[in-house]
């Protein structure tokens, strides 16, 4: 199905410049405000909880997009829809925890001249792998509603736009 293809590389586009944005501002913020890798660290892991808002949003922005630039029949089937959501979903707050934690890390390290090792004890002392899964989970059930709204969009039958 080519139009699966559509809403994957959407979402990978959607999902990479929320996740860039996310990471460059804890570590634009630890360059310019900040000078110690403690500190840095903390920053960043307590704007990480901003993506608990901002992954489901870029999976509702892409679902919708992709709705809207053709590509109906990968939701016009509830389970394929879902499906697709709820992948997308998990695997894309994976890759956006990869993509924030880079930005975090390297933005104070090569701009701000701190220590990257001592930055990254302090991120990931305070965001372990339980809240990566966390994220994940998250973001992969708040696919099932932006997938059933998206089968509606394709049937014609909602009346609230997301």
């Known amino acids: ?15 990479g410049l929320t996740s860039l944005v ?15 890798e403690m500190a840095a660290g903390t920053w960043s892991a307590r704007f ?17 997009l992709s709705v809207q630039r ?26 956006g925890s990869l993509l924030f934690a880079v930005l975090a890390l390297y933005i104070p390290a090569v701009f701000g001249r701190m220590d990257w090792a001592a930055i990254q004890r302090a991120l990931f002392a305070r965001v372990g792998w339980a809240t990566v899964g966390a994220l994940a989970g998250v973001t992969a ?17 909602a009346q609230v736009p997301l």
């Not at 996310?22 to 110690?36: H, M, N, Q, S």
């Not at 939701?75 to 890759?95: K, P």
């Open 1 to 15: 199905m080519p139009n699966i293809e559509k809403v994957v590389d959407l979402y990978l586009r959607v999902l």
């Open 22 to 36: 996310a990471g460059a501002i804890p570590g634009w913020i630890a360059v310019f405000f900040l000078d110690e």
């Open 48 to 64: 990480y909880l901003s993506l608990f808002v901002l992954m489901p949003a870029a999976l509702a922005v892409s679902t919708r």
């Open 70 to 95: 053709g590509a109906q029949n990968v939701y016009a089937d509830l389970t394929t829809g879902i499906t697709v959501a709820v992948v997308l979903g998990a695997v894309g707050a994976f890759l």
């Open 141 to 157: 059930i708040s696919g099932m509603p932006i997938a059933i709204w998206a089968h509606r969009q394709c049937k014609g039958d």
